[in-house]
């Protein structure tokens, strides 16, 4: 979708592309992290609706400062979380809402590769952000716990290596593993449920989704001992469609006022403040 094809597009000032919709304006915007917050605020004090790229704050002051103003507005706020609108994600969703697994248990994701190595952000921002943001969208709580723990092995003050613990108030755990010193490129997330587990790879080219029939029980003819039961494996058939341009979909039926305008802001605080806080567990280990 290059901006030369598209006359509704054009350039604002270097830090985004301002589309022009009907009588509405929106700002995409893409800066570094640590500049983003103030690129949002007059755009939406311009009465502009904002797609912005993830994250959109560094600290959830901000991000409820933002939240508030947009609401106050009118005007639709929406993080570039671009994992929750991909098929496979959106089938993982479906599957843990209809009780397929039976009660989740605990999700974990694992976001590694060899590369690419930061020098303004770790691996927490860089690679968690993604994961994190599609953990909470799975479990549908905010955590009640959050400890990093990760090391600077190349570039002082930037983490490498990471991994996070996350608990929910209604017991449910997650976890994340994020890495650019790894051997295997890897973006799974796994979904643990008391009847059936499944994982989304996002490297396999067909089988982007496997459920595995498989889980613990406690038949009553064992005298309360647990043991294992192994059933079929099976891959869903997903929808080819291309995750970004679904996002933008979204946010322009959102920009007509269709569904909660309000709704991506939310979420988007919730990872923000999960962000924040995993930041300062990270630094508080490593301090």
């Known amino acids: 979708m290059g901006q030369e094809s598209r006359p509704e597009l054009r350039r604002a000032r270097g830090v985004g592309v301002a ?24 755009r939406l004090e311009a009465g502009k609706h904002v797609f912005v790229e993830k994250p959109p704050a560094m600290r959830g002051v901000e991000m409820e400062e933002l939240c508030e103003l947009a609401e106050e507005r009118g005007l639709v706020l929406m993080p570039g979380h671009l994992l929750l609108y991909h098929p496979g994600v ?29 020098t303004y952000e770790n691996a927490l921002w860089s690679l ?16 009640s716990e959050l400890w990093a723990h990760g090391n600077a092995f190349l570039n002082r003050g930037v983490e490498d290596v990471v991994f996070c613990y996350l608990r929910f108030p209604s017991g449910k755990i997650a976890h994340m593993h994020l890495s650019w010193l790894d051997p295997h490129k ?11 587990m499944v ?14 029939d498989k889980a613990p ?7 309360g001992e647990w043991r294992t039961r192994t059933g079929d494996i099976w891959s869903p058939k997903i929808p ?41 567990s990270l630094e508080a280990v490593t301090a």
């Open 240 to 280: 080819n469609a291309e995750p970004l341009r679904l996002e933008c979909e979204y946010f322009l039926a959102l920009v007509r006022g269709e569904g909660d305008a309000q709704r991506p802001a939310r979420d988007g605080l919730v990872v923000v403040r999960a962000l924040e806080q995993l930041q300062a």
């Open 186 to 196: 890897t973006r799974q997330i796994t979904v643990v449920g008391r009847d059936k």
């Open 90 to 118: 959106q089938k993982l969703k479906e599957l843990v809402d209809r009780g397929e697994l039976g009660d989740v248990l605990c999700v974990y994701g694992n976001r590694k590769n060899l590369g690419t190595i930061r």
């Open 199 to 212: 994982v989304f790879d996002d490297m396999e080219l067909e089988r982007k989704i496997t459920v595995y």
């Open 19 to 42: 589309l022009r919709h009907g009588r509405g304006e929106a700002a995409l915007l893409r800066a570094a992290i640590p500049t983003r917050s103030c690129h949002r605020r007059p």
């Open 128 to 143: 968690g952000v993604h994961d994190l943001s599609v953990l909470l969208y799975l479990i549908d709580e905010e955590p």
């Open 217 to 223: 029980e406690q038949p009553t003819t064992t005298y």
